[in-house]
Nanobody
């Protein structure tokens, strides 16, 4: 079992920056993919924002490329999402995600609101 705890959400003006962090605990040796998904207001599906595979390969949604960066610290068992040049359409609940051994784990979510 893996537990994920997010932090760092909040309210920011358009063009601003936020950094989300996710701390993993438990059976972390089984995890080989960590990332972030988000669910926008009124949307039922969570969409992939960014993920890092085996601590090396990164994938980003087209909508965030060049603005967001994902970092994994395998010693501290954390994954961070640096979000720059934020837009109102980035407003969503952001969820930390971990995958390994055929299992998927989710954090509780943290709200990010981009508004003037």
């Amino acid at each position: 079992q893996v537990q994920l705890v997010e932090s760092g959400g909040g309210l920011v003006q358009p063009g601003g920056s936020l950094r989300l962090s996710c701390a993993a605990s438990g059976s972390i040796f089984s995890i080989h993919v960590m990332g972030w998904f988000r669910q926008a207001p009124g949307k039922q599906q969570r969409e992939l924002v960014a993920q890092i595979i085996s601590g090396v390969t990164t994938n980003y949604a087209d909508s965030v490329k060049g603005r967001f960066s994902i970092f994994r610290d395998t010693i501290k068992n954390t994954v961070a999402l640096q979000m720059d040049s934020l837009k109102p359409e980035d407003t969503a609940v952001y969820y930390c995600n971990a995958q390994g051994n055929g299992l998927t784990y989710w954090g509780q979510g943290t709200q990010v609101t981009v508004s003037s």
